[in-house]
């Protein structure tokens, strides 16, 4: 509205200038009246949240046209409709949720502390039942100063490129924003006004929790099992400020503790060290350097490869991203070093979109079976999206440029899944472009004991245990041996020549419920 005024204005100066021009040389006193304003829009009815109790059950009928947000929806204005000389901000009404598109999304979620972002589709009748509870949220959080609501529809023609630069697939999605980037993990919290408020407050609170000695600090690394720990001998210390830049930076990423205390330090009265549950290293670098701290301690509290163990396993799969996860022969940790400098060196920009995950192949042998490998396969690389796992056909290959990458592009674009349901009738292994083995999928049998209920196990080592059981075919007692096959004890520059036994992913467990989410694709996830 603002923007079609301003416009509206300016071309009646330019007529104005245009007319005394025209005046001077003619001696004409007549010009055109200016350009009348807006009239305004007429008032809206208010759209109010159902009972949370109602929230989810509530039926809607898909056919009928979604009922219009009114007042709690804002459209964005396009870059295009900005005048030049304009600020870039876009004023979002604070208790409104925002329309937003391909041309204002990077604009205005970079405008806030915390933004909240609907990805919904008008079919899915998930994102319909979710619309009013979301304005409601909007209204309810109005008062959190630099906090904001939006949504985007992901069906629409305008929308593509956020769509697919956040790899949205089902629907509606809830993304958090801190001030345009987005955190690793999506909200997956209650529906509901007042859930939605409470998460929004725990990103609002401090980034680096002040300790005044050492046993509140092993307190609060117990809790969350990783800190990034400065010791000063006072609160104010020069080196503070920075530390606690760098915390509100990485506050997604790790937890930052400041303990003030005089003992154990070093002339500087200053050190900064990294603690879990079972390391310590400390900073031996310049700690008034913002860079090298920065880039310290990202690269110790939330290392682009991590390896997964049945103590974390847990915590990494609730991230809720896809893994691509190597396993690795522990007496041969050459080929982790391999691996982790080919994915910093070429595939940075997937920190957030992708866990990279190494896992020791002694120790989780469950899935290796599932693929039809054992212990002398190792290193094996594979992705795992929560449901199918698609197979690297040869390890030696990721520091060939261009190969990783189309296993990469090919999980993104949907090739692997494709090539999972129709598979070609024979495979070229020969073939330098085929560079996946898909390894068929089984569904469950609604007795399994991974489904939710009470037989559902508690622990990654247990879940690897129930898909080796159910899986492992009867054996006579005669015939169990615990060596390898024959044609499986060197496959050094070949590819495996068996056929993949079918597999069931361990993160099964962890995808989408089709009682809360539409799928872009129905086979997809």
Not at 18 to 45: F, R
Not at 85 to 90: A, C, G, R, S
Not at 202 to 212: I, S
Not at 455 to 480: F, G, H, M, S
Request: charged share 30%; aromatic share 8%; net charge negative.
């Amino acid at each position: 509205m603002r923007n079609t005024r301003f416009r509206a204005t300016r071309l009646a100066f330019a007529v104005l200038f245009a007319v005394a021009a025209i005046a001077a040389n003619a001696q004409d006193d007549g010009a055109p009246p200016p350009a009348e304003g807006d009239a305004g829009e007429p008032p809206v009815e208010e759209v109010t949240a159902a009972p949370e109790s109602e929230q989810v059950d509530q039926p809607v009928d898909v056919d009928t046209p979604p009922a219009e947000e009114a007042a709690e929806v804002t459209e964005a204005p396009s870059a295009d409709e900005l005048p030049p000389d304009e600020p870039t901000e876009v004023d979002v009404p604070a208790g409104e949720v925002v329309v937003l598109s391909d041309d204002t999304f990077d604009a205005v979620s970079g405008q806030y502390d915390v933004m909240f972002v609907n990805f919904y589709a008008d079919w899915c009748r998930f994102s319909q039942m979710l619309k009013p509870i979301f304005a409601a949220a909007a209204r309810q959080v109005s008062g959190l100063a630099n906090v904001r609501m939006g949504s985007i529809n992901c069906e629409g023609s305008d929308t593509e490129v956020t769509r697919e630069k956040y790899h949205i697939s089902k629907y509606p999605t809830i993304k958090v924003f801190r001030r345009g980037v987005a955190l690793k993990s999506e909200y997956r919290g209650q529906r509901s006004p007042h859930a939605m408020e409470a998460y929004i407050q725990e990103l609002l609170r401090t980034a680096v929790a002040h300790v005044d000695t050492e046993e509140q600090v092993n307190d609060l690394v117990s809790q969350a099992h990783r800190a990034m720990v400065a010791h000063f001998n006072v609160d104010d210390h020069p080196a503070a400020a920075n530390f606690n830049k760098i915390g509100n930076e990485q506050r997604d990423e790790c937890h930052f503790v400041q303990w003030n205390g005089a003992e154990n330090l070093p002339e500087s009265n200053a050190r900064l060290y990294y603690k879990d549950d079972h390391n310590e290293v400390t900073y031996d670098g310049d700690i008034l350097d913002h860079d090298a701290v920065f880039a310290w301690s990202r690269e110790h509290c939330n290392p682009i490869v991590r390896e997964i163990t049945f103590e974390n396993g847990e915590e990494l799969t609730e991230e809720g991203l896809p893994f691509l996860i190597m396993f690795f022969d522990p007496a041969e940790r050459h080929h982790v070093a391999e691996f982790t400098r080919v994915i910093k060196e070429r595939f940075a920009h997937e920190r957030g979109v992708v866990n990279f995950i190494t896992a020791d192949g002694t120790k989780f042998s469950h899935p290796l079976r599932h693929l039809g490998k054992t212990k002398a396969d190792l290193p094996i690389l594979a992705f795992d999206t929560f449901k199918h796992m698609y197979l690297f056909k040869r390890f030696s290959r990721i520091s060939k440029p261009g190969k990783l990458e189309s296993f990469m592009s090919d999980y993104h674009n949907g090739k692997l899944h494709h090539n999972f349901h129709h598979p070609s009738a024979e495979q070229d292994d020969d073939n330098d472009d085929a560079e996946q083995t898909e390894a068929p999928h089984v569904e469950n049998h609604p007795d399994d004991a991974t489904n939710d209920g009470d037989n559902k196990v508690d622990t990654l080592k247990e879940k690897l245990e129930v898909a080796e059981d159910q899986k492992r075919p009867d054996v006579p007692e005669e015939l169990k041996t615990t060596d390898p096959p024959a044609h499986m004890e060197e496959h050094d520059e070949h590819d495996d020549p068996s056929k993949p036994v079918p597999v069931k992913s361990v993160l099964k467990h962890l995808k989408p419920s089709e009682n809360r989410y539409s799928f872009a694709h129905s086979d997809e996830l």
